[in-house]
């Protein structure tokens, strides 16, 4: 184990769960899971003020997770959640985290879906519950003992929950579990109405809150992009192109995405290497040597490599991955701007991390202001001065120096010194799109993001008559003769689409005109098969792995 991985050690999680949290990379417990984890271990109910980003989940599930009894084939932890989009990702966190651990099942809860299957799960002896409260509540009419064996309840987003309209819901939920359950509450705000449901609630619950100090950033200039998660990379590339750098740092969360992202830039030509706590000191040392002395350009690290690096020539700090709080950011965008000089910090927003970013600017008490991606014309510009600047010092030397050289090579060659000097830039370009049709046909779509959250969620339709909201992003729709499968394997796992469509052609030996789109999310992908012989499809594909882990595809059932 890493001495990294020894944060998680010392709290006392399972030593499976630790497993699993090397294998997906994390190096280190954020704040609110070192806070939180000891208090749920030991059994206290808690509220915790944390918003999206802070990685509240794993600050509930891993310490749940623990003590969970993969024995007992019963329900026994219970989260509600304010939308069928959270219990999924909630649900698939779960997934992950308890890949160690044999005999645990989870069970996702929301409406929209045939009841039958959910029930089943149930009743099959799924220890976690993922539900949103009112297709739970839906099963406890037709079963009130659903929730008879629950030990420990989490409500997460409880503001949330209780915008939706769930209050009523919530409380048949309470009545139909054992009172000596612990219940922990998660928040980002804490209005009456939630405290008073604390109140009624839980026993003597203990609080955790990150403290959030304000914080002065001045020197920095500051600007956030909103992008969905898998477009991060495609997203970085392109923000390079424009900005004007001498070294950068990018922040990612998982020692994979150090990899992943390095190697990316590395591909695309950038002197660029990743940082993280898997690299053995000596070697992180050469790492920020090589990038104090521009042997290096871009260094790829987690909060954990990164610290203390201080090299004055670093003066854009990307945060393609949210810190988990204001503190982390501040601590991190202080990475540039060193030495008096200016610095430039870029923040990377995916739709559910906005309220993070409203914390963040209320922190450091300043507007990061939003910029959009580039387009192919901007992207153009910026390769075009580039070009221009490389080139400008040398006119006035080279006339003297190569000026003979060119009389004698348009003579041989018997062509304008136009079209030698065209012919010579082709080479010293090495090939790369300098007109705006090829750098319009190079740039891949990047979807933009669309309206807020809470506004989705709001003009969402209503699925059952409880008041579930779904998301409003219909899934789109299927070719004839197709269906969806889903993996729980997404780019946090460090797959792409390619990865996902070799293994798929290697080991399903199906052509590649039998699958459709492939689409990969953070915490999962979907990828359309042929519905004829999917079964013995899906078979074949029983064991196979995709960057070492478990494929595991399941057919995904549309509502
Ligand atoms: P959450 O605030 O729970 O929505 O988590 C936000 C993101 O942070 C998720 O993508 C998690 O996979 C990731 N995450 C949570 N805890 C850690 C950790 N200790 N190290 C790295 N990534 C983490």
């Given amino acids: 184990m890493t001495q990294e991985t020894g944060g998680f050690a010392a709290l006392g999680l399972h030593?499976?769960?630790?497993a699993a949290l090397t294998a997906v990379g994390y190096e280190e417990p954020s704040p609110i899971q070192s806070q939180a984890i000891p208090v749920i271990l030991a059994g206290h109910d808690m509220i915790g003020q944390a918003q999206t980003g802070t990685g509240k989940t794993a600050a509930f599930a891993l310490p749940l997770l623990s003590k969970i009894d993969p024995a007992k084939r019963e329900p026994q932890v219970l989260i509600l959640a304010p939308t069928r989009e959270l219990a999924l990702q909630v649900a698939t966190a779960f997934e992950t985290y308890s890949k160690q651990m044999p005999g645990v099942n989870?069970?996702?809860?929301?409406?929209?879906?045939?009841?039958?299957p959910q029930l089943k799960a149930i009743r099959q002896g799924a220890q976690v519950i993922v539900a949103t409260p009112g297709r739970l509540v839906d099963h406890l009419r037709r079963d009130e003992k659903v929730l008879s064996t629950i030990q420990h309840l989490v409500l997460d987003e409880a503001d949330e929950m209780l915008k939706l309209g769930f209050m009523d819901d919530l409380e048949i939920i309470f009545e139909a579990m054992p009172e000596s359950r612990q219940s922990v509450l998660f928040s980002a705000t804490l209005p009456h109405s939630i405290r008073a449901i604390a109140e009624k609630h839980l026993r003597e619950p203990q609080h955790v809150k990150i403290a959030a100090k304000t914080q002065t950033v001045s020197r920095i200039e500051?600007?956030?992009?909103?992008?969905?998660?898998?477009q991060k990379i495609n997203a970085v590339t392109r923000l390079l192109e424009v900005e004007d750098f001498d070294a950068l740092i990018?922040?990612?969360?998982?020692?994979?995405a150090t990899l992943d992202l390095a190697a990316a830039l590395e591909a695309k030509g950038y002197k660029a290497a990743a940082l993280n706590g898997d690299i053995a000191q000596n070697q992180r040392e050469r790492v920020i040597d090589s990038l104090k002395d521009g042997r290096l350009d871009i260094v790829v690290a987690t909060d954990v490599a990164a610290r203390g690096i201080d090299v004055p020539r670093i003066t854009h700090v990307f945060n393609v991955d949210m810190p988990y709080d204001p503190e982390s950011y501040v601590h991190r965008i202080g990475r540039t701007g060193r030495a008096g000089r200016e610095g430039r910090a870029l923040l990377l927003v995916t739709p559910r991390e906005r309220r993070m970013l409203?914390?963040?600017?209320?922190v450091t008490g300043q507007k990061v202001g939003e910029v959009k991606l580039p387009n192919a014309q901007q992207v153009l510009d910026a390769r075009i001065k580039k070009l221009t600047s490389s080139l400008a010092p040398l006119v006035a030397d080279a006339e003297a120096s190569h000026g003979d050289l060119l009389d004698r090579l348009t003579a041989d060659i018997g062509c304008s010194p136009r079209a030698l000097a065209a012919a010579l830039l082709k080479k010293a370009t090495n090939g790369q799109a300098l007109d705006l049709a090829s750098v319009e046909r190079e740039q891949p779509l990047v979807p933009s993001v669309g309206a807020p959250r809470e506004r989705r969620e709001r003009d969402g339709e209503r699925s059952g008559e409880r008041g579930e909201y779904r998301e409003r992003r219909a899934p789109l729709p299927l070719t004839e003769g197709r269906v969806r499968c889903r993996t729980a394997l997404g780019t946090r796992d460090g797959i792409a689409a390619k990865n996902l469509l070799g293994a798929i052609l290697n080991e399903g030996g199906l052509a590649r005109e039998a699958i459709g789109?492939?689409?990969?999310?953070?915490?999962?992908?979907?990828v359309e098969l042929p519905e004829d012989g999917l079964d013995r499809l899906l078979g074949k594909l029983k064991d196979t792995r995709v960057a070492g882990k478990a494929l595991k595809l399941r057919r995904y059932r549309e509502d």
């Fill in 15 to 18: 030593p499976n769960i630790l």
């Fill in 106 to 116: 989870v069970v996702a809860v929301y409406g929209g879906a045939p009841m039958g």
């Fill in 222 to 230: 500051q600007a956030h992009l909103m992008i969905h998660a898998d």
């Fill in 250 to 256: 990018a922040f990612v969360r998982t020692k994979q």
């Fill in 358 to 362: 409203q914390v963040i600017e209320r």
């Fill in 517 to 526: 789109r492939i689409q990969i999310r953070e915490t999962f992908s979907l």
